[in-house]
């Protein structure tokens, strides 16, 4: 069971069924703003991440770089429309590293890569106060205990 307050982070395969998943935990007593829905990215419907996040849910936008991604040249335009909406303080990125050769700082997509390379294009499209917001902000939001 799930202590009262804490945070629930899913993996939403392909980023699909996310107001399924929240309809379903809140059902079972877990508001949205307590819930971090993941791999939205890999599913770029823009009226559907504003839905949800107008329902208090973070999204996470995990896995940028990542080798089978088809959908990251999007992200940019995805976020910036997602700020534009009113939503920038639902917005998390991640690196998504399930596997130790995702931590290899010198070219593995992964923490370093997050940070370095798409942290830098992504200030370049939205700029540095929306980029604080997303990296160090939200994240301290969503992972707040709220018990």
Same mark, same amino acid.
């Not at 307590?34 to 559907?48: F, K, Q, S, T």
């Not at 040249?73 to 429309?81: C, F, K, P, Q, V």
């Given at each position: 069971?799930?202590?009262?307050?804490?945070?629930?982070?899913?993996?939403?395969?392909?980023?699909?069924? !996310? $107001?399924?998943?929240? #309809?379903?935990? @809140?059902?079972?007593?877990?508001?949205? !703003?307590?819930?971090? $829905?993941? =791999?939205? &990215?890999?599913? %770029?419907?823009?009226?559907?991440?504003?839905? +949800?996040?107008?329902?208090? #849910?973070?999204?996470?936008?995990? !896995? %940028?770089?990542?080798?089978? =991604?088809?959908?990251? /040249?999007?992200?940019?335009?995805?976020?910036?429309?997602?700020?534009?909406?009113?939503? &920038?303080?639902?917005? $998390?990125? *991640?690196?998504?590293?399930?596997?130790?050769?995702? +931590?290899? %700082?010198? *070219?593995?997509? !992964?923490?370093?890569?997050?940070?370095? @390379?798409? #942290?830098?294009? $992504?200030?370049?499209?939205?700029?540095?106060? &929306?980029?604080?917001?997303?990296? #160090?902000?939200?994240? *301290?939001?969503?992972?707040? /205990?709220?018990?």
């Amino acid at each position: 069971m799930r202590p009262p307050g804490a945070p629930v982070c899913v993996h939403l395969e392909l980023g699909t069924h !996310g $107001l399924a998943v929240l #309809a379903a935990l @809140d059902a079972a007593g877990v508001p949205p !703003g307590n819930v971090v $829905l993941g =791999h939205l &990215a890999r599913n %770029p419907d823009y009226h559907l991440h504003a839905e +949800l996040a107008a329902s208090g #849910a973070y999204l996470a936008y995990d !896995g %940028p770089r990542r080798d089978t =991604h088809a959908t990251d /040249w999007m992200l940019g335009n995805l976020i910036h429309a997602m700020l534009e909406a009113g939503h &920038a303080d639902r917005i $998390l990125l *991640g690196a998504d590293t399930p596997t130790a050769d995702r +931590l290899d %700082p010198n *070219g593995s997509p !992964g923490p370093a890569a997050l940070l370095n @390379d798409t #942290a830098a294009a $992504l200030t370049r499209r939205v700029g540095e106060d &929306a980029m604080h917001t997303i990296l #160090a902000v939200n994240p *301290g939001r969503a992972f707040a /205990w709220r018990g």
